[in-house]
């Protein structure tokens, strides 16, 4: 079954400044790549995802890059606010949903 | 509003306890899984179900069972509770479409405590 894999566990950004986080996935039919937020106290919401055809999708401050050769993809935040404060999880969905372990990104201010 | 829904939000049990969590959506979406969460830790698969009559374990072991026997209610039971069954568990929904996998929605939680 496919295997997800999240770093970093934690990361602290100052206002700003810009966060990256990383996922690896194992399975290589895997053909689609959401990005979740969960802040504190409400259930995770799909904030972007892209599917293989495409190796980056962006919305605003918010952006995904996917390389599929090395099974990754990364969420990228430009400018944080202290609203991007959160836990933020990535999934590989096959037939289930599985997700990565969670980062949680502090923003400084 | 279609959404998913989850009952009890809140509850307190004693240990040896039966107990039931329930999900229903009004999205029409035929996945369905549950998911035990400690506060902003990791999310564990505990069940989830591709339609009516269909479930399958998660990753997660668990001593706990659901049933699928309409589209829209996916109920959790717990035969006996344990303090180790003390956290959150979340509801999510998905659609079947033209693609493999969509987005999945999550229900508000039912945050659970094993005294």
């Keep these: 079954g496919e295997n997800v894999e999240q770093h970093p566990s934690t990361l602290s950004v100052q206002e700003g400044d810009s966060a990256v986080i990383k996922c690896t996935y194992s399975d290589s039919a895997s053909n689609y790549f959401p990005w979740y937020k969960q802040e504190l106290g409400k259930r995770p919401q799909l904030i972007i995802d892209i599917r293989s055809n495409v190796g980056e999708k962006k919305d605003q401050r918010i952006a995904v890059t996917l390389n599929k050769t090395a099974k990754h993809f990364s969420l990228h935040i430009t400018e944080t606010q202290p609203e991007d404060s959160a836990v933020y999880f990535c999934a590989a969905p096959d037939d289930k949903i599985i997700f990565g372990k969670g980062t949680r990104l502090h923003i400084l201010p | ?115």
Excluded at chain 2, 22 to 36: A, F, I, L, V
Excluded at chain 2, 80 to 102: D, E, V
């Design chain 2, 1 to 115: 509003e279609a959404d998913i829904y989850q009952t009890p939000r809140y509850l307190v049990i004693g240990t040896g306890k039966k107990i039931t969590l329930e999900c229903s959506q009004t999205m029409g979406h035929d996945k369905m899984y549950w998911y035990q969460q400690d506060p902003g830790m990791e999310l564990h698969l505990i069940h989830y179900s591709y339609g009516v009559n269909s479930t399958e374990k998660g990753d997660l072991s668990s001593e706990s069972t659901v049933s699928r026997i309409r589209t829209e209610h996916f109920p959790l039971t717990l035969e006996s509770a344990r303090p180790s069954h003390t956290s959150q568990y979340l509801c999510a929904s998905s659609s079947i479409s033209s693609f493999p996998n969509t987005e999945a929605f999550f229900g508000q939680g039912t945050r659970l405590t094993v005294v």
